[in-house]
């Protein structure tokens, strides 16, 4: 069989992740637009070609292997009136569907973008399933709960003090998705399962970013609350980002930074099962995997990051190189709120992107560590990866003076 379309797409993912990032980092409005429409376009060809191949399969199994899937009757519906409209190129027909989108192709999209992004995979992502506001347990609840007697108003106050009420709709995420013009030149009306395919990609991606990105570094102010900010103090709405703690090494610098999030904010202990270590691709590759991969004679193989304490290491590109994040990954909550949104719209505002048709989609939520000290930022510039051990077995070597 050839090559699963998944695999062409996530490379193109990837690309897109390693441009947008550095497109907003340097403020180049333009590049970041470009990488969007590279994106987009290079997954459009690939479902192009998928389509051209395989459209006249009926083996529900072999088309599940290239991506796609069974749709309802209720979301084969909405893609034959959104393909509808898409053909007709006119802005008032868009504007027209005002049946969202339904929420089970949210549903997936979330699910595509877990299983293709690992740090989304591993924090609590709740579906507020249209609920506005959603409550978050502080601290450990349980270490608060225990003793005789009269629970009294101090206790008590405490108590309500730790539940924190957090609206899911404050921050608003819009995704843009391109249709390019010649997209709609097959006959999808008969097959809305390959549209289906390519809005759910590009919603996935796109959403995934958006969240990445304010899961790591968000401020506050209309967004996530990330992992490396001081959650402690705000100022006009925004939270800063922590100093950066340097670690030279993943044995005792690690272990005190993992001893750190022992204790929640109130200074209770509290049990750490696993740390989550996100760091950029680049450090991964130099150093990350040479460190779990340490050749030890007579030992083999070592993994010298678990050795110091269970750990298990995602990559993102939204993490910069030589900076990685370790934390309690459960003690992050975020929620999604796809079932209010969903409604697609024709957006005529980028006139940079003039050979494609360009619509968007909103997708509303909320998230931010429980605690301050379930994250830290680490500078991890002056880690050196381990040098690879020589045997000399028999014999003289000399070795170059000075």
């Known amino acids: 069989m050839p090559m699963i379309n998944n695999d062409l797409i996530n490379q193109e993912s990837q690309k897109f992740m390693q441009g947008m990032m550095s497109a907003l980092q340097s403020g ?96 609590d992502i709740t579906d507020a399933a249209g609920a506005q506001k959603l ?4 601290v450990q609840m349980a270490a608060k709960l225990g003793g005789w ?44 399962m390959w549209v289906d395919q390519y809005i759910r990609i ?25 992992m490396t900010m001081d959650i402690s103090s705000t100022s006009n709405g925004k939270y800063s980002q922590k100093e950066a703690v340097a670690i030279s090494n993943f044995d005792e610098d690690y272990s005190n930074v993992v001893a750190g999030m022992a204790k929640d904010d109130n200074g209770d202990d509290r049990n750490v099962p696993a740390v989550l270590l996100v760091v950029n691709p680049q450090d991964y590759i130099k150093k990350i995997r040479r460190i779990q991969n340490t050749l030890i004679y007579g030992t083999g193989a070592v993994d010298l990051i678990n050795n110091t304490y269970p750990t298990e290491v995602v990559q993102s590109s939204m993490i910069p190189e030589g900076k990685a994040v370790a934390g309690i990954a459960k003690n992050y909550f975020a929620a999604i709120n796809g079932g209010t949104s969903g409604i697609i719209e024709y957006d005529d505002s980028n006139q940079f992107l003039e050979d494609n048709r360009v619509y968007t989609t909103r997708v509303y939520g909320n998230g931010q560590p429980v605690d301050n000290t379930s994250f830290v930022y680490l500078d991890i510039s002056a880690v050196e990866p381990p040098a690879l051990p020589v045997l000399i077995k028999g014999g003289t070597v000399t070795t170059k003076t000075a």
Not at 152 to 168: M, N, P, R, Y
């Open 135 to 138: 409550v978050m347990n502080g």
């Open 202 to 226: 590009i919603l996935s991606e796109s959403i995934a970013f958006g969240l990445e990105k304010t899961i790591i570094s968000g401020d506050g102010s209309d967004q996530f609350i990330g």
């Open 149 to 192: 007697g009269k629970i009294t108003s101090a206790i008590a106050t405490e108590l309500k003090g730790q539940i924190k009420t957090i609206d899911v709709t404050v921050a608003k995420y819009t995704a843009y998705f391109i249709i390019p013009k010649d997209f709609v030149k097959f006959n999808f009306t008969f097959a809305p």
């Open 28 to 123: 180049d409005a333009e590049a970041a637009a470009k990488a969007l429409q590279e994106m987009q376009t290079g997954i459009c060809n690939i479902i192009e070609q998928e389509f051209e191949q395989y459209h006249g399969t009926g083996d529900m199994e072999v088309l599940q292997s290239r991506g796609l899937r069974m749709l309802t009757s209720e979301e084969t519906t909405w893609y034959q009136k959104f393909i509808g409209a898409v053909k007709t190129g006119a802005k008032q027909e868009i504007t027209n569907l005002t049946t969202a989108m339904p929420v089970t192709i949210i549903d997936r999209t979330i699910t595509d973008m877990k299983k293709n992004h690992p740090l989304l995979s591993k924090i």
